[in-house]
């Protein structure tokens, strides 16, 4: 290499630095990666949030495209984020809204889904926190997209709103259909 | 200035007694001290998936007591800490271990440090050489001896 070139080492080097970092900038430290993306949901049988004598089994979740989402009464951004999922429930007829409810008192989630409207066609109850260790979730709220095969496409952490919708899960439906 | 440092002295103490605080205080009961040995490291070596940046011991957060508690539980059923740490990193990725496993996507993370440690060890030396190399030979020959000599006495060049 001449000597000229070697001059530009530094230079390309701290551009690269540079780079690296603002790419770091950009994105949010919160959004973990996770590691059940591409991964078949997992196996469960949980008890139905309105009917306790009856389970949900992962395996009702086949043949479509379902959006899991873990919530509880007990968790504020829960509350922003539910009149949004109600609408957009409404407003995609072919997704499967999927309610779990995590961690929380059973009596108080049937009340908050009564008065407040109920987004989700299955609702299931996680009194214990396991299957949401099983989900593999920080906290709530987190959504899960699941496509026909059973697998996770996507997993979002934190509340979904309109703009959340149309950034960010309206392109991964988009990708599955 | 004294009657300041009074009014500030409470305020002091009480941030001294805040440090003292444990976040996670649990009372928890061991089939035996290695059990709970294994427990105290599992939870040390393993990050809060809420946090960012502290372990499973140290958080307060109400998904790091689940994960506590469910150690413990896998612990009891007699799993061994490779299954445990398998059953974790399966649900919460190799982001959950503070020590990351030697893989494909870790080597840099592993052997990085130690390249350009090495990679600037070599830079410098050969800095070094270079400059070496360039310094002239510095020995005068008698003449330029003698010229030296009557520059220092005129203190002009002849």
């Known amino acids: ?177 | 200035m004294i009657r300041r440092l009074r009014q500030l002295l409470p305020m002091l103490l009480l941030l001294l007694a805040a440090t003292h605080v444990r976040a996670a205080i649990e009372e928890l009961e061991f089939a035996s001290e290695e059990e709970e040995a294994r427990y105290n490291k599992l939870i040390d070596e393993m990050r809060c998936p809420k946090c960012l940046n502290a372990n499973l011991s140290g958080s307060d957060a109400p998904i790091a007591a689940d994960l506590r508690a469910e150690i413990k539980e896998q612990l009891q059923e007699g799993r061994s800490d490779d299954d445990i740490i398998e059953f974790m990193t399966a649900r919460y990725g190799e982001f959950i271990l503070y020590r990351p496993r030697l893989s494909a996507s870790t080597v840099l993370l592993w052997f990085g440090p130690l390249a350009l440690l090495l990679g600037g060890f070599f830079i410098v030396r050969r800095m070094l050489a270079a400059a070496r190399a360039s310094i002239v030979d510095a020995t005068l020959s008698p003449e330029e001896q003698q010229r030296l000599h009557a520059m220092l006495k005129d203190g002009k060049e002849s």
Not at chain 1, 12 to 30: A, E, I, K, S, W
Not at chain 1, 85 to 110: H, W
Not at chain 1, 148 to 161: A, E, F, K, L, M
């Open chain 1, 1 to 177: 290499m001449s000597n000229r070139a070697k001059l530009f080492i530094p230079a390309v080097f701290f551009v690269t630095m540079l780079g690296l970092l603002f790419y770091g900038l950009g994105r949010d430290p919160n959004q973990v990666p996770s590691a059940l993306v591409n991964r078949p949901l997992p196996v469960f049988s949980e008890p139905d949030l309105f009917d306790p004598s009856k389970t949900i089994s992962s395996e009702q979740l086949r043949g479509g495209i379902f959006l899991v989402n873990v919530w509880g009464t007990w968790c504020a951004p829960c509350h922003y984020e539910h009149p949004y999922l109600v609408e957009i429930s409404e407003r995609e007829p072919e997704l499967t809204f999927v309610g779990v409810n995590y961690e929380d008192d059973v009596k108080a989630a049937r009340e908050f889904l009564e008065e407040r409207g109920n987004p989700y066609k299955i609702n299931l109850t996680d009194v214990d926190g396991s299957l949401g260790i099983d989900f593999g979730v920080s906290g709530a709220p987190e959504t899960f997209i699941v496509d026909s095969s059973g697998t996770i496409r996507y997993r979002h952490v934190g509340p979904i709103d309109n703009a959340v919708w149309a950034e960010t899960i309206e392109p991964v439906l988009a990708q599955i259909q």
